[in-house]
């Protein structure tokens, strides 16, 4: 089992930034893969960012150059650091962990959620 909780989220002005955190406990080794994901209301969970263990990312094509994703091994944290943050990045961000081998992007991939964090941007 892995356990993941999220943080960092909160209410920004458009183009400002946050960071989101994901602190990893449990099983955190086998955890290869960690992505972070986004679900505006009434819209499905789409992804936002991915990496692995030799910190090769993915990234949603809207979020390039906007989105960083980096994980710290040593506290067993993942980041996403969110600059020039639009309304339209507003919704609930959720960490997820893969056990696979291949870095994906595919949410049904993901064997380990978090409970999600609020990320809210004012126009």
């Known amino acids: 089992q892995v356990q993941l909780v999220e943080s960092g989220g909160g209410l920004v002005q458009t183009g400002g930034s946050l960071r989101l955190s994901c602190a990893a406990s449990?099983?955190?080794?086998?955890?290869?893969?960690m992505g972070w994901f986004r679900q505006a209301p009434g819209q499905e969970r789409e992804f936002v960012a991915a990496i692995n263990r030799n910190r090769i990312t993915r990234y949603a094509d809207s979020m390039k150059g906007r989105f960083t994703i980096s994980r710290d091994p040593a506290k067993n944290t993942v980041y996403l650091q969110m600059n020039g943050l639009k309304p339209e990045d507003t919704a609930v961000y959720y960490c997820?962990?893969?056990?696979?081998?291949?870095?994906?992007?595919?949410?049904?991939?993901?064997?380990?959620w978090g409970q999600g964090t609020q990320v809210t941007v004012s126009s």
């Open positions: 997820a962990a893969d056990l696979g081998v291949v870095l994906t992007t595919l949410e049904r991939e993901y064997e380990y």
């Open positions: 449990g099983r955190t080794f086998s955890a290869n893969n």
